[in-house]
């Protein structure tokens, strides 16, 4: 099998750069390494703090562009991905400026965010926003928060009246706009695009027409 690229995940600090950085110059001097493209994740915040971050010795990178809000505060928002958060890391044109070529990952996957007096107690991953429909359980308190009307269990989770749950999730129309954005900060590259992530379920909460779309856009 012919593998053209290997790409390694780590989210490195200021503090680890220097480690990692020793590791990915060792890796390129292995032989299964030989005529293959090194690539390498790229967080938000590893663009926003450039200088400090420092530049992985890699060909290019893989731009994460979710997970940039704070998951653990509580709140009506979506620290999947949130377009204000976007633009304040990306803002002066710095995906366009990044020394790497950059293909570009967003999200698909969403999850339900608990929290207990305010404060967060954990993630849950099976509800959906059909299970969030239930009157008897549930009542909506913003656009994305939900109180536990009264104690339950639901898919295996016991929950207490009183508790909140934020669910966070992707529609098309902000992926779509996340999309318009990123494409006007373009490099002089062709980026692949990765929707992470992709798996039947997944595929049944999103039209085709609509994946095909943020394709379009950053093409």
Known sequence: MNIPEIQIDCDWTRRTKDAYFFFLDTLRLQPFLKDKQLSVTIRLHQVKFLAGSGVPPADKGLLMCY???NLRKYGDHNSILNMDDLEAYTARDRISHYPLPLDLALPLFEWNVLF????YAGLLRDLDATDL???HIFRRNGSQLYTI?????VKGYPLRAGE????E???PALLKKAARYLSKQRQDYDPAVVLYHLDANTLQRYDLADLEAVYDILQ
């Open 149 to 153: 009307i009264k104690d339950t269990i």
């Open 116 to 119: 207990r007096r305010q404060a």
């Open 164 to 167: 909140e749950i934020r669910y």
């Open 169 to 171: 999730t992707c529609p």
């Open 67 to 69: 997970n940039m809000g």
């Open 133 to 135: 429909a239930d009157g």
